[in-house]
């Protein structure tokens, strides 16, 4: 058996946006992704959009909303519109999010997540938590396993992984 290639995770390029929203839109039920749209984020901020190359071609990818405080208001309260955020729920460039939530993820599940993870610790996120709607069974599956859960929300299907940091506070304020 041959070896199976590494996972190449980078930020997307432009060229690549029209095949990322066109794996989403055939790999998660009732995706609506809009190639303009999703070059708005990746323009916005390189490291919101994800491509996921395995022997040099593409083969997945996932975008991120890095929300700012209204925006997460917004999401618990379920009043984001997550199909196309409004532009001022979104942090801007360079400003740290309040929130990031995981708008999209097709083609390589846990393997890709590794180096998302590791930027993801740098100080600009590190008190951020992430949330996510799992829409398949399978992605249930892997948000549990990676330690999320039910998040108190009016959204019944909204789910977050409370950073380490909110952790200890959190338990402190219950």
């Known amino acids: 058996m041959a070896p199976v290639s590494a996972l190449?995770?980078?930020?997307?390029?432009?060229?690549?946006?029209?095949?990322?929203?066109?794996?989403?839109?055939?790999?998660?039920?009732?995706?609506?992704?809009?190639?303009?749209?999703?070059?708005?984020?990746?323009?916005r901020g390189s490291s919101s959009v994800f491509s996921f190359l395995r022997g040099g071609e593409l083969v997945g990818g996932c975008a991120f909303l890095?929300?700012?405080?209204?925006?997460?208001?917004?999401?618990?309260?379920?009043?984001?519109?997550?199909?196309?955020?409004?532009?001022?729920?979104l942090a801007s460039a360079g400003e740290s999010p309040d929130a990031l939530y995981l708008w999209a993820i097709a083609g390589a599940g846990r393997s890709a997540l590794g180096p998302i993870s590791a930027l993801f610790a740098g100080a600009r996120y590190r008190t951020a938590d992430l949330y996510t709607r799992p829409v398949t069974p399978s992605g249930q599956q892997l948000f549990a396993s990676l330690g999320f859960e039910p998040a108190c929300s009016w959204s019944s299907n909204l789910w977050i992984y409370r950073r380490l940091a909110n952790r200890m506070a959190f338990d402190k304020a219950a």
């Open 8 to 43: 190449n995770v980078r930020p997307a390029s432009p060229a690549e946006i029209a095949s990322l929203s066109r794996m989403a839109r055939s790999a998660i039920p009732g995706a609506e992704v809009d190639d303009a749209y999703l070059e708005v984020l990746r323009a």
């Open 66 to 89: 890095y929300l700012n405080c209204r925006g997460h208001d917004a999401l618990v309260l379920d009043c984001l519109d997550v199909h196309r955020p409004r532009l001022d729920h």
